[in-house]
């Protein structure tokens, strides 16, 4: 059984610039959540995805966006970087409803200079 | 929006010494969940606990589930080193099934 994988494990970005991050789910997951972490608080949900669509968001303005492949695996993309989008970035998967553990991956270190 | 409280912040404890972090939601849960977090590592889930007074025990860790529904400790008994790192609980949206919210976690560090 493959674990959630993330890549890059860190990137370095200039304020303005556009990111892309990536999440293969664990075998048999069909919904990826993702997360931002600023360091030394909880993870904050940003979005969820199930079947392709987004599922559910949380507090994030509209230049944070993602998508789900058929594979199940996903995408975060962040347009025009602010600084404090600084973070470490998680991506979950899970089965479906609100009842099932998130399994997360190792994260993805976003710094904005 | 839904709150999901966690004290202590830090705790700071002598090998063998017992450890207790509390939960607290703004809104009744249908679920809560704990997660472990090491330095430098992502979370780790460690259990949910979904019925009202539940009572979950896993070696050394008990973890209760209030009777309304709203709040939950975590209790470790002769903490180890291996115990060290972030305790977060976790607790579905009020309303969604989707929307997982996590506290603000409890740092432990364990003396050896």
């Known amino acids: 059984e493959t674990g959630v994988t993330q890549s890059p494990t860190h990137l370095i970005k200039t304020r303005g610039q556009q990111v892309t991050l990536r999440c293969s789910s664990q075998s048999g997951h069909n919904t990826v959540s993702w997360y931002q972490q600023a360091l030394g608080q909880g993870p904050q949900f940003i979005f969820q995805y199930y079947r392709e669509e987004e599922n559910g968001r949380g507090n994030f303005p509209p230049r944070f966006s993602g998508l789900q492949f058929p594979n199940y695996s996903s995408e975060l993309n962040v347009n025009a970087l602010e600084l404090d989008d600084s973070a470490l970035y998680l991506c979950a998967s899970s089965l479906a409803g609100p009842n099932y553990e998130q399994y997360f991956g190792p994260g993805t270190r976003l710094t904005v200079t | 929006g839904q709150q999901v409280m966690q004290i202590p912040q830090y705790q700071h404890v002598q090998e063998g010494e017992d450890f207790t972090t509390y939960c607290n939601s703004s809104?009744?849960?249908?679920?809560i969940q704990w997660y472990k977090q090491r330095p430098g590592g992502h979370p780790v889930f460690l259990i949910q606990l979904v019925k009202s007074g539940e009572v979950k025990k896993q070696k050394r860790l008990t973890f209760q589930f209030g009777e309304a529904k709203k709040n939950s400790s975590l209790h470790i008994t002769a903490t180890q080193t291996t115990d060290v790192g972030t305790y977060f609980c976790?607790?579905?949206?009020?309303?969604?099934?989707?929307?997982?919210?996590f506290g603000k976690g409890t740092l432990l560090t364990v003396n050896p």
């Open positions: 976790a607790g579905p949206s009020g309303g969604s099934n989707y929307k997982l919210t």
């Open positions: 809104t009744t849960l249908s679920n």
